[in-house]
């Protein structure tokens, strides 16, 4: 056991990675099953080596401003840091790292799940059934929308938004995207996907928008109002990144008002919190974050995070550090 590190662990992992933490490192874990308030937070940042964290904890400037000078990593069980202040880490001395390339065809799973979903009405189907509203198979019932042909628009084409292409491109639907870089042009031919330089060009053209941009202050609320009047009425917006990719006031507008014809959203603004006007829209699939969310990539996700303590404990390049 690494005894000279203290390590905190604010949620509960899988019981695998939890064994090894505690094996490796006498890991104080918050097994409580709820988000360690932030007084509670603030305790933990003063007294801990190092905090393995998820997206449920918002480590924001004054938090880590406060923390104690013992504190020299945070350890993020998740891609996404933006929970985390990066510039007051790094103002600090805190390193910061993050568990990449693992949950990415998760997430692209979570992404086809959507579209069939919001474009076939499987969610409303299911709604009824259970209801005990269901009357019998009738030939114009949940007359949805099939996926051959339908145009689907990605920006963000990195590694979850290539892997959700080439799902869609197995289902028959035609591939465009927006980058601010191109992809290289074998990757373009072996997807089937078509490059707009200008992502408002590419938004009157899709059936589907699946948003797999990495979310930061150029990327809040990249599909805006203005956006949204840009799409088509009959077609859905997919979004498995971050809640604030997608102004959420102007998304609703749009689906009360027959301006956007569906959604399958699996993230929100904040979260846990989701808007009670998007739970009574009949066109809205949505879900509790479940991206990551298989067995496999969670425990994967745990092995990143124990070997970027490790690494720090022995000295060693931190192997996925953002920060």
Known sequence: MLQRLKVIV???????????????FGAEINRSGKALPREALAAALHRCDVLACSVGDRLDTELIGQAGERLRLIANFGVGVDHIDLDAARAKGIAVTNTPDVL?????????????????????????????GWGGWKPTDFLGHGLRGKKLG???????????????AAFGMEIHYHNRNRL??????????????????????VDVLSVNAPYG???????????????????FLINTARGGLVDQEALIAALESGALAGAGLDVYPKEPEVDTRLIALPNVVLLPHLG?????????MGEKVVAN???FAEGRELPDRVA
């Open 10 to 24: 604010t949620r509960r992992l899988p019981e695998a990675v939890e064994t090894k933490l505690e094996t490796m």
């Open 104 to 132: 990415t065809d998760d997430t692209a799973d979570i992404v086809m799940a959507l579209i069939l979903m919001a474009l076939r009405r499987l969610g409303e189907g299911e709604r009824l059934l259970r209801a005990g």
């Open 154 to 168: 990605i920006p963000g084409m990195g590694r979850i938004g290539q892997a959700a292409a080439r799902r869609a």
């Open 184 to 205: 290289p042009r074998e990757v373009e031919t072996a997807i089937g996907a078509r490059w707009w330089a200008e992502l408002d060009a590419m938004l009157p053209v």
């Open 217 to 235: 202050p150029h990327t809040h609320h990249l599909i805006d109002a203005r956006r949204l009047a840009l799409m088509r009425r009959d077609a």
């Open 292 to 300: 990551s969310a298989t067995v496999e990539t969670r425990v994967a």
């Open 309 to 311: 303590i490790e690494a």
